[in-house]
């Protein structure tokens, strides 16, 4: 439960967009829906940023190659249970590349 209060004080205080869940059918991941569905919450985003977590280790280089910026991580369950990594992704994080 102390994860959740921490994940919660690190919310913005003006608006944001949150990604609460993106998922592929196995059987036909790797065709670019993902990116699709990220994409499309960028361009509603524009300005504003985008928040979302993960708990899978393997999506952590993916948000990274969507231009998602880590900003935090946290250990579960006293530091026995898994982790949950937090992003950010702001329009401006991607100017310049």
Same mark, same amino acid.
């Given at each position: 439960?102390? *994860?959740?209060?921490?994940?919660?004080?690190?919310?913005p205080q003006?608006?944001?967009?949150?990604?609460? %869940?993106?998922? *592929?059918?196995?059987?036909? +991941?790797? @065709?670019?829906?993902? +990116?699709?569905?990220?994409?499309?919450?960028?361009?509603?985003?524009?300005?504003?940023?985008?928040?979302?977590?993960?708990?899978?280790?393997?999506? *952590?280089?993916?948000?990274? @190659?969507?231009d998602? *910026? +880590?900003?935090?991580?946290? @250990?579960?369950?006293?530091?026995?249970?898994?982790? %949950?990594?937090?992003? %950010?992704?702001r @329009?401006?994080?991607?100017?310049?590349?």
């Amino acid at each position: 439960l102390s *994860v959740f209060k921490s994940i919660e004080k690190m919310k913005p205080q003006k608006s944001f967009y949150y990604i609460q %869940t993106i998922a *592929v059918d196995p059987d036909i +991941q790797g @065709k670019g829906l993902g +990116q699709q569905v990220v994409n499309f919450a960028k361009s509603l985003a524009d300005s504003d940023t985008i928040y979302l977590e993960t708990n899978n280790d393997q999506n *952590v280089a993916y948000y990274e @190659k969507l231009d998602f *910026v +880590q900003y935090a991580t946290f @250990k579960c369950d006293n530091g026995k249970g898994p982790s %949950t990594y937090s992003f %950010t992704w702001r @329009k401006s994080d991607e100017i310049g590349k």
